[in-house]
């Protein structure tokens, strides 16, 4: 996660009056206070990891993207809408102080506890994001490495950041995944994404290790530590940009389009479940109304009165 230091000075400078605003004039609790500044914290950071250096820069896209990553983080329908009603009062603040043209949130909803379904992308859309790493250094084929397995094995961000490389079980092309509750699933993971784990392991890890205990952690950073949430986000979101893809494209994107191909390609909906590591099989079901359009075209290019 981006530290404060790294905050943009206009934004911290904009974040102190508006703490100080609410503070004096709206004569807020000192919990309340310690909300709005821890969430409006992290929504700073969440700017800086997408290098804006203002609020003014931030648009309602941007914003929905930030929602997503508290959704990423586990947090509640009512954190979110904490976190969405303090960014609100946060841009009513430099609204009428003229520090932004226009109020971003108006256009986010506060986040609804009903499950919608998921955006996701086309095989071409995945291989032209993957293809964006530059694997000629070492850090690229780390990235390339990270890709491929989101996308061949479907893993939420947390149990990819935590692999360990015992749990890459090269032999019978699986891997060893804790999910939810430290709950173990044997996902499997293909040659495409074997073959960049081990590019990796043989090219490049042994340059990111450093003299600090790593645990047998996976994928490493410059510093031999293990990689954050925010790395992965970053990474996806620049190589969506490198790519020209304009859909909103998050790391789990990659894990609801692995879900849909396998589905579209004919596999069993529990077979997916268990890939997935989902307790309960109408979590899963979600991706079966994933893209009506596609099935309309298999029923129109397939049925004989089609």
């Known amino acids: 996660m981006t530290q404060v230091s790294e905050i943009a000075p206009a934004m911290s400078r904009q974040l102190k009056q508006f703490n100080q605003y609410i503070s004096i004039e ?18 700073a950071e969440f700017l800086t990891s997408k290098d804006l250096i203002s609020y003014k820069e931030a648009t309602s896209r941007v914003l929905s993207d ?9 947090l509640s329908t009512a954190s979110k809408s904490r976190y969405l009603s303090s960014v609100r009062g946060l841009y009513s603040f430099l609204l009428s102080n003229g520090y ?59 149990e990819l950041i935590g692999l360990k490389s015992r749990d ?28 960049w784990i081990n590019e990796y392991i043989s090219k490049a890890r042994h340059l990111f290790l450093k003299n600090s205990n790593t ?25 969506t940009r490198e790519a020209n893809i304009e859909k909103s494209v998050h790391p789990h994107t990659f894990r609801h389009s692995f879900a849909t191909h396998l589905l579209e390609g004919g596999a ?19 991706y079966t109304h994933l893209d009506r359009e596609y099935i309309i075209e298999v029923h129109k290019s397939f049925h004989p009165r089609g």
């Open 66 to 74: 930030f929602l997503y990553h508290l959704d990423e983080l586990g």
């Open 168 to 195: 890459i079980l090269t032999d019978v092309e699986l891997i060893r995944v804790f999910g939810k509750g430290s709950k173990e699933r044997i996902v499997p993971i293909g040659q495409s994404a074997l073959f």
């Open 100 to 158: 932004v043209d226009s109020d971003i949130t108006e256009k986010v909803d506060m986040p609804k506890s009903r499950r919608k379904i998921p955006d996701t992308l086309s095989i071409d859309e995945i291989s032209r994001i993957i293809e964006q790493t530059d694997t000629s250094k070492p850090a690229g084929i780390r990235d390339r490495a990270i890709l491929e397995t989101l996308y061949a094995s479907g893993l939420r961000v947390s």
């Open 215 to 239: 645990g047998d952690v996976l994928f490493l950073n410059q510093r031999g530590k293990g990689l954050t949430r925010m790395y992965i986000w970053k990474l996806v979101d620049k190589c």
């Open 26 to 43: 709206k004569g807020l609790s000192e919990n309340t206070l310690e909300s709005y500044g821890h969430d409006l914290k992290t929504y």
């Open 268 to 286: 069993d909906l529990r077979a997916v479940q268990e890939m997935l590591g989902h307790a309960d099989i109408s979590t899963t079901q979600i």
